[in-house]
């Protein structure tokens, strides 16, 4: 009868499967009130959730997002600029601590990406799994054996899409194992790699000092100790995310809501039993506010520190703080936003007679608009990592003090070079970054009022245990170990940060 009709229907199935994942800028553009998932942050996790989900054609799933989308963003691609798109970036949340009494009181920048693909958008795309007795102790804390490193391995394989270098001039030869990496998964990990003289005469140094920074082959095999090359989330100079990654390859039953904010989740049980799947969403302080339902469940992944605020805001947490506030409790739970923690890092910087590691960016950003190569494919630093494990008898657990790591696999600390650039006169500054992997200090996420407009007090109580100062302390002695080797001491002319604040000598206060 409408010889048409068929052909219509064909190509509209055909055309719904090509867009697949539809985004929507406004919540009056959503297609329905009720979806039967409703994701609440589309960072790291929701990106990756929303996605498995969305596995299951039937599911209707709606992930909402604070920020706009990564795609919109120019920097968030190119690996190299992920500085531009830091605190302070118009995709940053710009978070401050309160003033940290354990460090001269000082303020510290707290960056949390605020766009599609959360902090997976903005970080310096370091692809490390961790050691296998960090899972370990995950499974044994929580009794739960699937998150086991042997459990977990095979989920690990199945997301990881190894994807080698396309410049031939940035060989992944030797620079990890293939055994122990997957190419069938989605998101695109690189062992990125270019040259610096530092590179080779790390290499050199490993052999010299082979107890303190062994050489490692693959920062990922669940063992990581030495010193090695770095691995990172980039596919063919493109930066990778939970949301190229997974939000981007979904079907068309997951909508993606930018640019709002969730400012509540609330019970859709008027009798009072707390059946919360019912979310409140605002734009802006002043505008209007509008209901969501998820017919299933609402998942709150809007990461370490909003997760907890949306509970506290939504009456879910510690009772005296909610009150204090006006904000009425639904449930009384003491842990909402307590043993908050965090890693710190000191850096410190070296004047040496290595060339810069910096380049003409102009010329990089070109060359990267043409063919996706260069400077800017690949992470900022130089592409090295040491992670080093103190020995038992070393001098933080000298007072019978407890290791806090997870077991003889995990480093204590990790060292990063973060690259050479030029320094005051003739001789250039080689920076690098000391991390305390496993802090013993506890913090704390609270509100400061009961507007979800304000940042929450994000306090992690940094250096309040005197471990990890001992820590960062035999962190920074252990570079200069390495640095005072024969291999590295010939091009190392002296210290520059910390500086001596008395006559020649480094003292733990100068440290830290
Ligand atoms: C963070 O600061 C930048 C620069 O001032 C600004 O553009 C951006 O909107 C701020 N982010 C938020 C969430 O306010
Ligand atoms: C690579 O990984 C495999 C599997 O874990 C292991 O047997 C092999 O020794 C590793 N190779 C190197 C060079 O570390
Ligand atoms: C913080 O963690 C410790 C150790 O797991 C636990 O004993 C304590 O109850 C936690 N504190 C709160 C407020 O949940
Ligand atoms: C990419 O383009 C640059 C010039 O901008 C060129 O020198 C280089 O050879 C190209 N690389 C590849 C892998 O095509
Ligand atoms: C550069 O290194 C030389 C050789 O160690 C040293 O004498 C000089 O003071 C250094 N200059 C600066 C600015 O650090």
Not at 154 to 179: A, Y
Request: proline residues 7%.
């Amino acid at each position: 009868m409408i010889p048409g009709l068929p052909t219509v229907l064909t190509l509209f199935s055909f055309v719904a499967f090509v867009f697949g994942v539809q985004y929507f800028h406004h919540p009056a553009g959503l297609p329905t009130l009720e979806f039967d998932f409703i994701v609440v942050g589309g960072g790291n996790a929701g990106g990756v959730v929303a996605s498995r989900l969305g596995e299951v054609e039937d599911y209707k799933i709606l992930v909402i997002e604070a920020g706009p989308s990564d795609q919109d963003v120019f920097s968030v691609q190119v690996p190299a600029l992920a500085a531009d798109i830091w605190f302070g970036s118009s995709v940053d949340w710009n978070f401050t601590t309160p003033p940290q009494t354990n460090t001269n009181d000082r303020v510290l920048e707290y960056p949390r990406a605020k766009i599609l693909g959360g902090c997976s958008s903005h970080n310096d795309m370091i692809y490390n799994r961790g050691s296998r007795d960090d899972y370990n102790r995950w499974a044994s804390t929580t009794g739960d054996d699937n998150l086991a490193w042997d459990q977990i391995r095979p989920f690990i394989l199945k997301t990881e899409k190894w994807s080698s270098p396309n410049d031939p001039s940035f060989s992944e030869q030797g620079h990890f194992n293939t055994s122990i990496h997957s190419s069938a998964g989605v998101l695109g990990v690189t062992a990125p790699y270019y040259n610096h003289p530092l590179n080779d005469l790390l290499l050199k140094a490993t052999a010299e000092l082979s107890d303190e920074y062994p050489f490692l082959q693959d920062l990922n095999d669940g063992r990581p100790i030495g010193l090695g090359w770095g691995q990172a989330t980039i596919t063919h100079g493109f930066r990778t995310s939970s949301s190229t990654a997974y939000l981007a390859n979904s079907g068309d039953n997951v909508h993606v809501l930018l640019n709002t904010l969730v400012t509540r989740v609330t019970s859709i049980d008027e009798t009072g039993s707390n059946d919360f799947r019912e979310v409140i969403l605002a734009s802006t302080p002043e505008g209007s506010t509008m209901k969501l339902i998820a017919k299933k469940e609402v998942i709150l992944s809007a990461g370490v520190i909003q997760t907890p605020q949306l509970l506290l805001l939504s009456g879910i947490g510690p009772v005296d703080e909610l009150k204090a506030l006006g904000i009425e409790v639904f449930v009384d739970n003491p842990s909402v936003g307590k043993n908050f923690s965090d890693h710190i890092t000191i850096p410190i910087k070296f004047s040496t007679d290595l060339p810069t590691s910096s380049f003409d960016e102009t010329a990089a950003l070109a060359q990267w608009k043409s063919n996706h190569t260069g400077r800017l494919a690949l992470s900022q630093h130089l592409p090295q990592i040491g992670w080093v494990r103190f020995p038992q008898d070393s001098p933080p657990f000298k007072n019978g003090a407890v290791d806090p790591t997870a077991g003889p696999d995990s480093p204590h600390v990790e060292v990063f070079f973060v690259g050479v650039s030029e320094g005051s006169e003739e001789n250039s500054t080689l920076s690098m970054n000391i991390v305390n992997l496993t802090p013993a200090c506890r913090g704390s996420i609270t509100l400061a009022t009961s507007s979800p407009f304000n940042q929450p007090i994000i306090d992690p109580a940094l250096l309040d245990s005197p471990l990890d100062t001992a820590i960062l302390l035999e962190g920074f002695r252990s570079a200069q170990r390495l640095l005072a080797s024969n291999t590295l001491s010939e091009h190392i002319l002296g210290l520059d940060t910390p500086a001596s604040s008395s006559s020649g000598t480094i003292t733990d206060d100068d440290v830290i």
